[in-house]
């Protein structure tokens, strides 16, 4: 049967989930370019047109619950943006790409994190619960991309 995710490790979902959303964005009509080495959180870039480059870091999930970025990897800026795919079993994956910079203005889904006086480093974050799942939906993969393309 086909999209029986729960079958694949984490590995072959990250790799899945990176190759989707840059066929998605070539379907698209943009230029797809994966770097050498990826140490510094960006998965690959792309352009549309002569428009300026984008860079793009890709997280997957397969059932609701947290997602986050270091902030030491994902600086916010206009050019980076967060591709997250959604791989609920057997149905087709679910994309959504978020601008970084959603997160100047944190809310109940994009959530910023500090952990000032702890161990754990300082994060972005997407709460993805059933209540939030409304406000993701600003996010939708088609939404973005014509926006970025007008």
């Not at 967060?82 to 994009?110: D, F, G």
């Not at 939030?132 to 991309?145: P, R």
Request: hydrophobic residues 40%.
């Amino acid at each position: 049967m086909r999209y029986e995710w729960s079958k694949l490790n984490s590995q072959q979902v990250g790799a899945f989930s990176e190759y989707f959303v840059k066929m998605e964005m070539t379907m698209y009509g943009f230029q797809v370019y994966s770097p050498e080495v990826d140490d510094r959180g960006i998965d690959f870039v792309v352009r549309y047109g002569n428009s300026n480059f984008i860079s793009i870091q890709v997280k997957s999930i397969r059932k609701t619950n947290y997602v986050f970025m270091r902030k030491d990897k994902f600086k916010l800026s206009p050019d980076l943006y967060l591709a997250l795919v959604i791989l609920h079993e057997r149905l087709a994956p679910t994309l959504y790409l978020i601008p970084s910079e959603a997160w100047k203005r944190p809310n109940r889904l994009l959530r910023n994190h500090d952990y000032e006086g702890k161990k754990s480093k300082p994060e972005w974050g997407l709460n993805l619960s059933k209540r939030n799942m409304d406000l993701l939906e600003d996010y939708a993969f088609s939404k973005i991309v014509a926006n970025l393309k007008a």
